[in-house]
């Protein structure tokens, strides 16, 4: 008989308005955005499996208005943590609202967030990523490198599996290396895909985004992504939904699509 050895939780680390400058400006997670704007919600993941605390992203980090890194120390704090018990780090992507949270500068200089954490990131992701002339902007770019520098860095193939229960895909779509990170340990499954599927409300809308590297492969992978969650039962982790971030796929009709159960 298996007996429960993994918990995860959602990190919520508040709700915002994004308009096409960019910035996450905070509203209420009941509100709706600016006109012309995305709602974003971050959720990053904690997922506690044996000896491992493991954090799927990480947040925006002080790369947003009124935000810092102390919002997922204080958060992690309620699951009686502390940064420094944060054994792996992955990352679906490499966008600043996912990894952001990896390091601040609240004490005047750059300051890794986790530091005995090792960081999984897409191989030719952080390569693309580390060879541009600019990660966004100045502020940036110094954090990108100051990660390269320091940061304990496992680069992961396109088809990867670090450990007996995490393996990671390339999906594409989003970004040109955007990964799905999927964990199983024989009696639970947890599927997080970045911003492929990044909330319960895409589940049954068929869309194309124009954030997306590549939206006609975002479509194919959240497709392929929701038949696999269904029939395999993997919760799903909406890393971007604002109220219920973990959810399960109960049932499918063709005309109606999936149904969807809140955790």
Known sequence: MNTKTISAHALYEGTFSVGLDKKFNRIDRNDSPAKGALKISL??????????????????????EGTSTETIKENLAEYGLTEYEITDIFASHLHYD????????????????????KLWVSKKGWKKTI????????EKT?????????????????????????????IGGHTE?????????????????????????????KFAAKYD????????????????????????????DSHHPLFMLTDYDEQQGYKIEAI
């Open 213 to 240: 590297f590549d939206a006609n492969q975002s479509m194919l992978a959240r497709k392929q992504l929701l038949k696999r969650a269904y029939e395999e039962q993997f919760m799903l982790m909406g890393y971007h």
């Open 177 to 205: 290396f955007s990964q799905v990170l999927l964990l199983d340990d024989g009696s639970q499954k947890y599927m997080m895909a970045g911003d492929v599927l990044a909330t319960r409300g895409e589940v049954n809308r």
């Open 98 to 117: 996912h990894i952001g949270g990896l390091a601040g500068r609240s004490s005047g200089f750059w300051e890794l967030t986790f530091p005995d954490a």
């Open 43 to 64: 959720n990053p993941f904690l997922i506690q499996s044996g000896n491992k605390n493991i954090l799927f992203d990480v947040g925006i980090g002080d790369f947003g």
């Open 131 to 138: 060879e541009k002339e600019e990660y966004y902007d100045e």
């Open 142 to 170: 110094q954090f990108i490198h100051f990660l390269d520098a320091k940061a304990d860095l496992h680069l992961m193939d396109d088809e990867d599996q670090p450990y007996p229960e995490i393996t990671v895909q390339k």
